[in-house]
T-cell receptor
Framework: AQKITQTQPGMFVQEKEAVTLDCTYDTSDQSYGLFWYKQPSSGEMIFLIY??????QNATEGRYSLNFQKARKSANLVISASQLGDSAMYFC?????????????FGTGTLLAVQP | DVKVTQSSRYLVKRTGEKVFLECVQD?????MFWYRQDPGLGLRLIYF???????EKGDIPEGYSVSREKKERFSLILESASTNQTSMYLC????????????????FGEGSWLTVV
């Protein structure tokens, strides 16, 4: 069965510093996609970044990058130059890309607090 | 912009009541999902629907049922609400036509906070 593991329940980071949020996954599928979502205190889920299992380069979106290590089955999110507005819950998620009924499964989340 | 709308943001219901959580999306998406979110447990999939009248159980379907009579609407039903169903419920929809593209084709509603007393 597919599984996402986020081992950091909470983290602190100083404003303007970089922070890495860990995510490991388990799947027997060859084709899959990995996501990171941000959930601020208001509750909405904001898509941040996506990595396909066949993508050779690490995905980047502005200050967000995904450190994809396929052999280790890890997909860590790196936020550079943290801002106070980055304080939120962050979820790693995975879906398989094999068909029409594929599901999106989530990790338990990491609560990030950016300190001034 | 794609919009996923959950009709009720905050609800308080009594134990044993039948509860309907409604979700509507306006972009003709095939897939729709219901998750519940609890502290320390992340988002857990309750049910999903891959097309009209089609549904599959997720990881925690017990105590819930769903209805998808029209493509744009996916309803979550708690037949007899219990206190352990107090949670935040998130609806999402996904465009199958974008499944090979970048992953930002999955859209979430704002969530429904349900308290069962």
């Amino acid at each position: 069965a597919q599984k996402i593991t986020q081992t950091q329940p909470g983290m602190f980071v100083q404003e303007k510093e970089a922070v890495t949020l860990d995510c490991t996954y388990d799947t027997s599928d060859q084709s899959y996609g990995l996501f990171w979502y941000k959930q601020p205190s208001s509750g909405e889920m904001i898509f941040l970044i996506y990595q396909g299992s066949y993508d050779e380069q690490n995905a980047t979106e502005g200050r967000y990058s995904l450190n994809f290590q396929k052999a280790r089955k890890s997909a860590n999110l790196v936020i550079s130059a943290s801002q106070l507005g980055d304080s939120a819950m962050y979820f790693c998620a995975m879906r398989d890309n094999g068909g029409a009924t594929n599901k999106l499964i989530f990790g338990t989340g990491t609560l990030l607090a950016v300190q001034p | 912009d794609v919009k996923v709308t959950q009709s009720s943001r905050y609800l308080v219901k009594r134990t044993g009541e039948k509860v309907f959580l409604e979700c509507v999306q306006d972009m003709d998406h095939e897939n729709m999902f219901w998750y519940r979110q609890d502290p320390g447990l992340g988002l857990r999939l309750i049910y999903f629907s891959y097309d009209v009248k089609m549904k599959e159980k997720g990881d925690i379907p017990e105590g819930y049922s769903v209805s998808r009579e029209k493509k744009e609407r996916f309803s979550l039903i708690l037949e007899s609400a219990s206190t352990n169903q107090t949670s935040m419920y998130l609806c999402a929809s996904r465009d199958l036509r974008g499944r090979t593209l970048s992953g930002n084709t999955i859209y979430f509603g704002e969530g429904s906070w349900l308290t069962v007393v």
